[in-house]
């Protein structure tokens, strides 16, 4: 049997997420991480690899914690429309609540992918995918329902979501301003019938 871990996982991937999150994959060093998570370069690695290892669990940490319970919250507790205005208003305040301007890890890594990094790429894909499966079930039910309108295909409509969410976060990174934000996703959401969140 390998000896138990002595450390506390969690703090460890919180650690690591913040270091990422503050300086973006490239940029982030193995230094870095040390100072962050109080581990050794020999007991990180032992325990995730490397860094790419490291990354990629801190990643999916933070989206199991965010992205995820998110569209799973919302959708098993509101109606198809509320779900996909609770959700761009949960996105537009956790921008205006980032004091550091961070954004979101995930878009920030998709910016900062570069061509050749199929494995973060197809990481990144996938997540992007299930957010867009996410908003389509929504627009399915929510047009079987009559809560959203019909003209325009609920395909296409979760195209565009998916599209006006990733440019809504790079946007707040730049100017995290509510009425720029809210201006950003009105009209995705008039085009579909549904009003913009009342507390965006």
């Given at each position: 049997?390998?000896?138990?871990?002595?450390?506390?996982?969690?703090?460890?991937?919180?650690?690591?997420?913040?270091?990422?999150?503050?300086?973006?994959?490239?940029?982030?060093?193995?230094?870095?991480?040390?100072?962050?998570?109080?581990?050794?370069?020999?007991?990180?690695?032992?325990?995730?690899?490397?860094?790419?290892?490291?990354?990629l669990?801190?990643?999916?940490?933070?989206?199991?914690?965010?992205?995820?319970?998110?569209?799973?919250?919302?959708?098993?507790?509101?109606?198809?429309?509320?779900?996909?205005?609770?959700?761009?208003?949960?996105?537009?305040?956790?921008?205006?609540?980032?004091?550091?301007?961070?954004?979101?890890?995930?878009?920030?890594?998709?910016?900062?992918?570069?061509?050749?990094?199929?494995?973060?790429?197809?990481?990144?894909?996938?997540?992007?995918?299930?957010?867009?499966?996410?908003f389509?079930?929504?627009?399915?039910?929510?047009?079987?329902?009559?809560?959203?309108?019909?003209?325009?295909?609920a395909?296409?409509?979760?195209?565009?979501?998916?599209?006006?969410?990733?440019?809504?976060?790079?946007?707040?990174?730049?100017?995290?301003?509510?009425?720029?934000?809210?201006s950003?996703?009105?009209?995705?959401?008039?085009?579909?019938?549904?009003?913009?969140?009342?507390?965006?």
């Amino acid at each position: 049997m390998g000896r138990p871990r002595e450390f506390d996982e969690t703090k460890v991937l919180d650690a690591a997420r913040d270091a990422f999150w503050a300086y973006g994959y490239e940029a982030t060093s193995t230094r870095d991480l040390v100072k962050a998570t109080g581990l050794t370069q020999p007991s990180l690695y032992n325990a995730f690899g490397d860094k790419r290892g490291l990354f990629l669990r801190a990643l999916d940490y933070y989206l199991k914690n965010t992205l995820r319970e998110r569209m799973l919250r919302l959708e098993s507790t509101a109606t198809p429309g509320t779900a996909i205005t609770g959700f761009f208003a949960e996105v537009v305040q956790r921008s205006l609540d980032d004091r550091e301007q961070r954004g979101c890890l995930m878009v920030n890594s998709a910016l900062g992918a570069a061509p050749e990094d199929t494995e973060l790429r197809a990481a990144i894909t996938d997540e992007v995918t299930q957010i867009r499966d996410f908003f389509l079930r929504c627009l399915e039910a929510g047009q079987r329902s009559g809560e959203i309108k019909k003209a325009i295909p609920a395909a296409e409509s979760a195209q565009h979501l998916l599209a006006v969410l990733l440019g809504l976060r790079v946007l707040a990174r730049i100017n995290p301003n509510r009425d720029w934000l809210v201006s950003g996703v009105s009209p995705a959401l008039i085009q579909l019938g549904l009003l913009p969140p009342a507390n965006a």
